[in-house]
């Protein structure tokens, strides 16, 4: 029987290496289609009946399918890596030795970036052929950088300062212009304005460092940071101006509707035409990117960085194992000294057909070995659930996988995983083609409070149709929906709740509720329009109520107090907030024990 044949589905197809070659070579406009990936779910046959260029060579359509379904199973292929040492790259007599000028500051400061310049072997690749990294020491604390090549003959160790206090460094290279150089210098204490990164606190929640609450406001701005400067600069200008504090965003450009033009520069050596060296990493590209992270940094925006996803007709996503690994130890050692970062291994991982559980579970390890900070690190799916209970994952970042109910499964995955439930793709807002990309601004909303009732943090995006397919989901721009001022009047909300986020309660069986029990709640209607609620409350305890409307943003504090049970007339409307908050006796002043 054959493995393959007219009624299999495209995606299937495409999961094998051989087929996809045999498509590959056969139809190349099919694998570069940027709708490709909206054809998986129809069958082999369908597609290769409908493709443009074989509608009038039948027999090319039936020498294809046949080869197609001649194949056997491919065999799994064997991506792990043999590590080896390197070997010394240098002898005594290189001219780079007489004169190791390193650069570095006498003074840093706790949570900013702190680097060291050195000058070394520019000949064969430096990118494989050298291995350099820093033992960082303070007191009894020991944090081992590992460096990169920056183009140039230059070579930098970055270290996000995590203490305060004097600092010693001693560098180890298998290139002796670069290896036993010391130096030392002094971190003071942080900018009032720095917090430091981003931490998973309470379970379900996160802080800042130095203890600050961080209630994520995320969207998606995929390919932003392809689009050329006026774009990008738009693009900042917006987020600026919004609510949004986290950006989804990929390192890769991106291959799919609405993206469909070339970036202005690659991250790597190479062309699209001639085809690109996927082990010479283009400095010029990163220090772009870098450029736009510190600008979000500026902006208070974390930046949720994509490192792998499967729109691509580059060959980015389809790199063997070696390349992947050097990629994942390169971008790590140049960005983990950037305070917003976040490591999204994938966008879409189960899309990523060649790739395996056991790459992912190594590249994680990469990260983690060249990330002495340790930043926050996820990975998203598509319609394959990721085992969110591995210890690397510090918070899921989840995609719907059903249609309708995406936020009300907040409650099963907090309660699957204990961690942080981030639903960064819920469906976008907007008017295309797609079912994910095509929801009001109402039922963004209504996600987003649902989610957050729940306990987790539901992300915003935006797919509006418009000129140059500036979709701000894919290129970023402006925005031109309803639901990011309401997103920001829920993340007001949130914060002037007494922990500063929101921990659901038990007690109803038609609304979720959040807060602190008999202290302060905050129960979401949804699509519910009541004209009034009742309660049962301890007696004794006195409630302000406040009526909130979501969707028009407004507060009503009702004029009297409630206790015990009672009753509340409501507007009739969907999208519709209760508060309790309970009142409280301060003590009188001149009356406390200094010794209580």
């Known amino acids: 029987m054959a493995h393959f044949n007219a009624a299999t589905l495209l995606a299937d197809v495409i999961r094998d290496p051989a087929a996809f070659q045999i498509i590959a070579n056969h139809i190349p406009e099919l694998t570069a289609n940027p709708i490709l990936h909206t054809l998986y779910h129809y069958e082999l046959g369908l597609i290769l009946g409908t493709e443009e260029s074989l509608r009038d060579n039948p027999a090319k359509r039936d020498e294809i399918l046949a080869m197609i379904e001649a194949l056997q199973p491919s065999p799994s292929v ?41 000058h070394g072997p520019s000949h064969g690749n430096p990118f494989t052929d050298v291995e350099l990294s820093a033992e960082f020491t303070s007191d ?51 900018l009032p304005e720095s917090r430091g990164l981003v931490r998973v606190a309470d379970t379900f929640h996160f802080a800042y460092d130095d203890g600050t609450p961080y209630l994520p406001v995320g969207t998606t701005s995929y390919a932003w940071t392809h689009q050329g400067s006026e774009l990008e600069e738009q693009t900042l200008l917006t987020l600026a101006s919004g609510p949004f504090n986290k950006v989804r965003m990929c390192v890769f450009p991106k291959s799919y509707m609405f993206n ?59 790199m063997n194992a070696t390349a992947d690994d050097l990629y994942v130890k390169y971008i790590t050692a140049r960005l983990a000294s950037h305070r917003n970062i976040w490591w999204s291994l994938a966008n879409e991982f189960d899309l990523l057909f060649e ?58 995955w907090r309660q699957e995983w204990h961690k942080p439930v981030v639903i960064d793709e819920c469906a976008y807002e907007g008017n295309i083609d797609q079912g994910w990309g095509n929801i009001t601004g109402e039922e963004m909303t209504r996600r987003c409070w649902e989610g957050a009732v729940r306990g987790g943090y539901v992300g915003h995006g935006e797919t509006y149709i418009a000129p140059n397919d500036i979709l701000w989901w ?57 004209r009034y609620r009742r309660f049962v409350k301890p007696s004794g305890v006195q409630f302000e109520i406040d009526i909130v409307d979501t969707w028009n943003m407004t507060i009503e504090t009702l004029p009297e107090t409630y206790e015990g049970r009672f009753s509340i007339d409501l507007p009739g409307r969907q999208y519709m907030a209760i508060r309790l908050r309970a009142i409280t006796e301060e003590p009188a002043s001149g009356n406390v024990d200094p010794q209580a």
């Open 355 to 412: 790739k395996t559980v056991e790459d992912w579970e190594r590249f994680a390890v990469l990260v983690q070995e060249n990330d002495p900070n340790n930043h926050l690190i996820s990975i998203h799916n598509c319609r394959e659930m990721y085992d969110h209970s591995r210890p690397w994952i510090t918070h899921c970042s989840i995609q719907r996988i059903d249609a309708y109910l995406t936020a009300e499964m907040t409650t099963t």
């Open 140 to 190: 009894n604390q020991t944090l081992t950088v590992s460096g990169f090549y920056d183009g140039d003959s230059t070579y930098r160790i970055r270290l996000l300062v995590p203490a305060e206090g004097e600092w010693t460094f001693t560098t180890r290279s298998n290139a002796k212009s670069l290896d036993a150089i010391s130096g030392s210098f002094t971190a003071a204490a942080p």
């Open 474 to 530: 894919a290129k970023g721009g402006r925005l031109h929906g309803t639901s990011p001022d309401r997103i920001g009047f829920l993340k007001r909300v949130m914060e002037e709740s007494p922990k500063k986020h929101l921990e659901p309660l038990k007690g109803y069986g038609d609304a979720p509720s959040a807060g602190i029990k008999d202290q302060y709640e905050l129960i979401y209607l949804g699509f519910n329009q009541p």
């Open 78 to 118: 064997d991506r792990t890596i043999a590590r080896k040492p390197l070997a010394a790259i240098e002898d005594s007599g290189s001219p780079v030795l007489a004169g190791r000028h390193p650069e570095y500051a006498a003074e840093g400061r706790k949570w900013e970036k702190y680097e060291v310049r050195l």
């Open 260 to 318: 469909e033009n070339e970036p202005e520069i690659y991250p790597y050596e190479g062309s699209f035409q001639d085809g690109f060296d996927y082990f010479r990493p283009n400095p010029l590209f990163y220090h772009r990117l870098e450029g736009r992270i510190e600008q979000l940094e500026e902006l208070g925006v974390e930046a949720d960085l994509i490192l792998f996803h499967a729109y691509d007709r580059w060959g980015f996503s389809r």
